[in-house]
């Protein structure tokens, strides 16, 4: 069964420094990896996906993602954070062939002044 | 440019009670999807759509039920409301392809409360 694991409840970091909130997924076969943000009272909002290709990935808002196959991860990363990042961010999973996405348990990004 | 509306913002219903959740999309995608939200939990798949007049059922359909009669509507039905129902439902839409890798583009979600 194709799963998703967001290890973070929460990642804090000041403003400037750069910033990584970690995904690791479980698929049978090549996966489709997307991440999302959501901000208060709102829905989510695509930021980036990976579906082949370069392993670095470049999304909105200066986020990007780097693919790893071999440790079945897709880390999100920013090199300089923001205070307006504060959010909480979804990493997801959709098998080859499936329309369905699975989310992660989501990660809260607390970025300090 | 909308996207995908929802309404109502806000509900309280009482147990027992039902009540329709409306979710409508003007960006004709053929896919449409229900997700509920529960605190620290990531998002569950109610029900999803690939098109008008064909439904099939989520992670966790019991005690719901859609339909989709068009493209750009698909209201979720509650009935006989109960407490564990208490959550945020979002729903979401996104172009079909065969190649699946279209993102879904998500309404501000509907908060809804049992008592």
């Known amino acids: 069964a194709q799963s998703v694991a967001q290890p973070e409840d929460q990642v804090n970091v000041a403003e400037g420094n750069p910033l990584t909130v970690k995904c690791t997924y479980s698929?049978?076969?090549?996966?489709?990896l997307f991440w999302y943000v959501q901000y208060p009272n709102r829905g989510l909002q695509f930021l980036l996906k990976?579906?082949?290709?370069?392993?670095l990935v470049k999304g909105s808002y200066g986020f990007e993602a780097e693919f790893n196959k071999s440790q079945t991860s897709f880390h999100l990363k920013k090199p300089s954070a923001l205070v307006s990042d504060s959010a909480l961010y979804f990493c997801?999973?959709?098998?080859?062939?499936?329309?369905?996405?699975?989310f992660g348990s989501g990660t809260r990004l607390l970025v300090r002044p | 440019n909308a996207g995908v509306t929802q309404t109502p913002k806000f509900r309280i219903l009482k147990i027992g009670q039902s009540m329709t959740l409306q979710c409508t999309q003007d960006?004709?995608?053929?896919?449409m999807y229900w997700y509920r939200q529960d605190p620290g939990m990531g998002l569950k798949l109610i029900y999803y759509?690939?098109?008008?007049?064909?439904?099939d059922k989520g992670e966790v359909p019991n005690g719901y039920n859609v339909s989709r009669s068009t493209t750009e509507d698909f209201p979720l039905r509650l009935e006989l409301a109960a407490p564990s129902q208490t959550s945020v439902y979002f729903c979401?839409?996104?172009?079909?392809?065969?190649?699946?890798?279209?993102?879904?583009?998500f309404g501000d979600g509907t908060r809804l409360s049992i008592l």
């Open positions: 990976y579906i082949t290709g370069d392993n």
């Open positions: 960006m004709n995608h053929n896919y």
């Open positions: 698929v049978s076969g090549n996966p489709y």
């Open positions: 997801a999973v959709r098998e080859v062939g499936s329309y369905k996405l699975i």
């Open positions: 759509s690939v098109g008008a007049g064909i439904t």
């Open positions: 979401a839409s996104s172009w079909g392809t065969l190649d699946g890798n279209q993102p879904q583009h």
